[in-house]
């Protein structure tokens, strides 16, 4: 019963490399998303996609790119790693963005020196 | 600034103790959720609320709904060191496919 997993949990990255942050969910959600959660800011939204093939922005979208090339999928991807990008990323999914519930996997701890 | 403001921000209180955080907005919501998420893990709803004046009970946590569906509280009752956490609030505006959450409320609940 894996839900969302992402992957992978911890990483560490010099300023400029690039990476990309897997999550996976084997609910056959539509609806899947990209948080980062820093101290102090509850979860920010950077990226989320209605749909197999689509993509949209959030709240914090620069220095972030993402795909869903399959349903189950979602990559967020950076492409010049910053310091400021050090956080807690998490993934979320669901089957519709209304009253239910996001279902969201343990989080990437991501740290940029 | 934050849409959705969190209060308090920390709380640490004693084993049987009851408690009252609040999830603030100057914005109207068509829905709110709150979230439990321990450490290491991701949040994990716990309840949705969608009317106004609406209050749902979950065992020792009742939450409840502003008339005005801009505030939302969720109060413990005889809290339990099993309630540890950070509590996060979550609205919804009408169609939106976004979620906002607050900052969190961090509980600690001591034995």
């Known amino acids: 019963n894996a839900g969302v997993t992402q992957t992978p949990k911890f990483r560490v990255l010099k300023t400029g490399q690039s990476m990309t942050l897997l999550c996976a969910q084997d609910?056959?959600?539509?609806?899947m998303y990209w948080y980062r959660q820093d101290p102090g800011m509850g979860l920010r939204l950077i990226h989320y996609?209605?749909?197999?093939?689509?993509?949209a922005k959030g709240e914090v979208p620069d220095g972030y790119n993402v795909s869903r090339l399959k349903k189950q999928n979602f990559l967020l991807g950076l492409e010049s790693a910053a310091p400021s990008q050090t956080s807690v990323y998490f993934c979320?999914?669901?089957?519709?963005?209304?009253?239910?519930?996001?279902?969201f996997g343990d989080g990437t701890r991501l740290s940029i020196l | 600034t934050q849409l959705l403001e969190q209060s308090p921000q920390f709380l640490s209180i004693q084993e049987g103790e009851n408690l009252t955080v609040y999830c603030n907005s100057s914005?109207?919501?068509?829905?709110l959720q709150w979230y439990r998420q321990e450490p290491g893990e991701g949040p994990v709803l716990l309840v949705t609320?969608?009317?106004?004046?609406e209050v749902k009970k979950l065992k020792r946590l009742t939450f409840q709904f502003g008339d005005a569906r801009k505030d939302s509280s969720l109060h413990i009752t005889a809290a339990q060191p099993g309630d540890t956490g950070l509590y996060l609030c979550?609205?919804?505006?009408?169609?939106?496919?976004?979620?906002?959450f607050g900052s969190g409320t961090r509980l600690l609940v001591r034995p």
């Open positions: 979320a999914s669901s089957y519709w963005p209304g009253n239910q519930p996001q279902h």
């Open positions: 609910m056959n959600h539509e609806y």
């Open positions: 996609s209605v749909g197999e093939g689509t993509t």
């Open positions: 914005s109207v919501f068509s829905s």
């Open positions: 609320v969608v009317t106004g004046g």
């Open positions: 979550a609205g919804r505006m009408d169609s939106s496919y976004k979620l906002i």
